[in-house]
């Protein structure tokens, strides 16, 4: 059995969703008898200094596989977490390197173990002292290689922690852009509209839809491809297939899209095509789903629950954010209460609320918060009046003919007469940002 200590580092995107992305892969290889890891720590960049900080951490496992093999699993976990380095010692999403393999000294062109130039850099000495402040490096223990380090260098590597009390504090202001890469919408500062069928039945019926939204200012197109339905004799979407028909609708009308993922086996799926994740009501704890999505480099937008108060909606957000996704989007979707006449009761004074508590963007959905079509247009607009940074409606060309939640849909003159009625509003009202 082999001991190898790995170095893993990053500081683009989702810097430690990308970290534990890659622990877990290790972790879960099949040639991978015990994983160990250090802290994490944040580090000023070394060698090309023009770029964002670093987040390192350390990792010590015991295997059975030989040096070019560790190095090829290395490698392998770089490509699938989509590396992108564009000059030497640039920006990069994740590197994995060998640091030391047993005792072994290892020079061949691809390999070289220990790295030259190891005591030099105080952001793989520290997280290896976690593991083991004793490791001998040429003559010295590593532990004495960091202390000769100036006091400057080793000053600069902190723990990386997020504040226990304000698990958002790091989240940033979230940008959409379309599929050529311009810019489209930015939540906090512009009205975000998102707009489609509540499920894609077909690829006619989603590009119609698509372009007609489009043409009339939605920012954002929805489709679900996966559907959660109360019975499983009610059509649950066309899945695979409809995934490919927003791909499609995706490239030819330019337009970002949110859909919704439900099981975390169908993430890689949904990441192709998804600008927005969507996690839905009924999921809104499956916490291991939320931890999966929490460690992407995508918004990800959290329905609440069907019944769940404010402070579960917020600790469900906390799990997203634990794992490093700095941009996340909360959607009030209407509650289950005693009223008998809507599908749910949209709480409106839960747009504020959210806003002064997290800080996080809040999106409304009337077309579940009401479930009746004539009131999806009042309660959008109440929302946007009470402070929500835009609202997500269902929209089809015959609602009555809908597969799954026609009542709620609006037709396309409803959605344009709400889209003039918006302009109009958004004129008018002037409320306090929380």
Not at 100 to 113: A, R
Not at 156 to 163: F, K, L, P, Q, V
Not at 399 to 420: C, I, V, Y
């Amino acid at each position: 059995m082999n001991k190898v200590y790995l170095g893993l580092g990053t500081n683009m995107g989702n810097r430690l969703g990308y970290l534990n992305r890659a622990c877990d892969i290790l972790e879960r290889s099949e040639h991978i008898f015990s994983f160990n890891r250090s802290d994490i720590y944040e580090t000023k960049a070394w060698g090309y200094t023009e770029q964002p900080d670093f987040l390192n951490t350390c990792a010590e496992i015991e295997t059975d596989l030989s040096p070019q093999e560790v190095l090829l699993l290395c490698q392998s976990i770089e490509q699938k977490l989509d590396r992108k380095r564009t000059i030497k010692w640039g920006p990069r999403t994740i590197d994995v390197d060998v640091l030391f393999f047993n005792e072994m000294e290892i020079n061949e062109e691809n390999l070289k173990v220990p790295h030259p130039l190891i005591q030099e850099r105080g952001f793989v000495l520290k997280p290896m002292m976690d593991l083991d402040e004793n490791i001998k490096l040429r003559g010295k223990t590593i532990k004495e290689h960091f202390s000769a380090l100036s006091d400057e260098d080793k000053n600069s590597i902190e723990r990386y922690e997020t504040h226990p009390h304000n698990v958002f504090e790091r989240q940033k202001s979230i940008k959409i852009n379309n599929v050529n890469g311009e810019h489209v919408a930015e939540f906090g500062k512009d009205t975000i509209v998102i707009a489609g069928p509540c499920a894609i039945e077909s690829y006619e019926q989603l590009m119609r839809t698509a372009e007609f939204v489009k043409s009339r200012g939605a920012n954002i197109l929805r489709g679900g491809a996966f559907k959660p339905r109360t019975s499983p004799k009610s059509f649950s979407g066309l899945k695979h297939e409809g995934v490919e028909i927003l791909k499609e609708v995706r490239k030819k009308t330019g337009m970002p899209v949110i859909t919704e993922l439900m099981d975390v086996r169908d993430l890689e799926l949904i990441y192709d095509v998804a600008d927005i994740i969507q996690i839905g009501s009924r999921n809104m704890q499956n916490f291991p789903l939320l931890q999966e999505v929490g460690k992407q480099d995508k918004p990800v937008m959290l329905k609440r629950g069907l019944s769940a108060t404010i402070n579960e909606w917020i600790c469900s957000a906390e799990y997203i954010a634990l794992e490093g996704n700095e941009k996340i989007i909360m959607c009030e979707r209407g509650i289950r209460t005693y009223n008998d006449y809507t599908r749910n009761t949209m709480d409106l004074a839960a747009i504020p609320v959210i806003k002064k508590e997290t800080g996080l963007p809040v999106i409304a959905d009337p077309s579940h918060g009401t479930g009746v079509r004539y009131l999806v247009e009042p309660m959008a607009c109440a929302s946007i009046a009470c402070g929500s940074d835009g609202f997500m409606v269902e929209v089809h060309p015959k609602p009555e003919e809908a597969l799954s939640d026609g009542e709620q849909s609006l037709t396309f003159d409803m959605f344009d007469d709400l889209m003039k009625k918006i302009k109009s509003i958004e004129s008018a009202i002037k409320y306090k940002k929380y």
